[in-house]
């Protein structure tokens, strides 16, 4: 529903895309400290791995062993990073839901956020590891380093590998929120992200621009506003919005494809924009003005 329309309109946002806009900058305004505080903890997690690394890549001994070394370490390091970063899940899903953010329920929800945590760490891992082992090993087959005659096979299979991890990003980026805002198990969510991901191709590739975007700020901020905890309420924010396709689908049985594409999106989301309420932009910075 972003960027392209049903009839074809370039740079077309839904109803739904444009309040989601609103809407998640004005959670992350309103939760700015609480998501700077979560952000600095997880900007230590992070320096603590990159040094991990560091120090594997100086261990004195051979090169078969050490990257084997580093490859378990991925794993280990990024499964103990998304325990916390799933813990934060819940707070997402607390200020989608205009209940606010609690630092307490951060440290309260890491025990529970271990097992879905952990293997979603390790999903992530895989990932990376496929990407920069077969990424390699194909281009050299493609084009040898000795200058010999490659393989055509090599780009083929580049490309193959390129474009699951793309769809695998695309989809893996909904897990969280469908965990928090569905409660599902582990392999529920891996199923729903992948049908969310399909369902919704445009939204799926508009939220990774967000995303993009975001994290460029976060670079200028560097790494306080929004970090990784203001990317996961935008995710739980287009996740949730998005719901309301799906009941108003419930509701309304026997639509024709045309029918089902034309979502009435300012009727679903009234209830959304009282509790909003009007934010104009003298809210955010002189709100005593704007009584």
């Known amino acids: 529903m972003i960027l392209l329309d049903h009839q074809g309109n370039l740079f077309y946002l839904s109803d739904m895309f444009k309040f989601l806009l609103k809407k998640n900058f004005a959670d992350i305004w309103d939760n700015l400290f609480h998501l700077i505080i979560v952000n600095l903890f997880f900007l230590a997690l992070c320096a603590l791995a990159v040094l991990g690394f560091f120090a594997l890549g100086h261990l004195p001994v051979n ?34 839901n205009y209940e606010g953010s609690k630092l307490s329920l951060f440290f309260s929800s890491i025990v529970s956020s271990i097992k879905d945590g952990a293997l979603y760490g390790c999903v992530v891992a895989l990932l990376i590891c496929i990407a920069f082992i077969t990424m390699p090993y194909y281009f050299r087959m493609w084009i040898p380093a000795d200058g010999s005659k490659g393989s055509f096979l090599g780009l083929l299979f580049m490309a193959l590998v390129f474009w699951l991890e793309v769809l695998a990003l695309l989809s893996l980026q909904w897990f969280m929120a469908i965990r928090n805002v569905l409660h599902n198990n582990f392999k529920k969510c891996l199923k729903k992200s992948v049908i969310i991901f399909f369902d919704n191709p445009w939204l799926s590739i508009g939220i990774v621009f967000l995303n993009l975007f975001e994290l460029l700020i976060t670079v200028f901020t560097l790494g306080l506003i929004p970090g990784i905890s203001g990317m996961t309420v935008t995710v739980t924010n287009a996740f949730r919005l998005r719901m309301y396709k799906y009941d108003w689908y419930e509701v309304n049985p026997g639509m024709t494809k045309e029918q089902r594409r034309d979502i009435p999106w300012d009727e679903l989301l009234a209830n959304e924009k009282q509790a909003l309420g009007p934010r104009t932009l003298k809210s955010y910075f002189l709100p005593w003005k704007d009584n």
């Open 63 to 96: 090169d078969g062993l050490k990257s084997l070394l580093m490859i378990l370490y991925l794993f280990f390091s990024s499964a103990f990073i998304h325990v916390f970063f799933f813990a934060e899940g819940k707070n997402a899903e607390r200020i989608s």
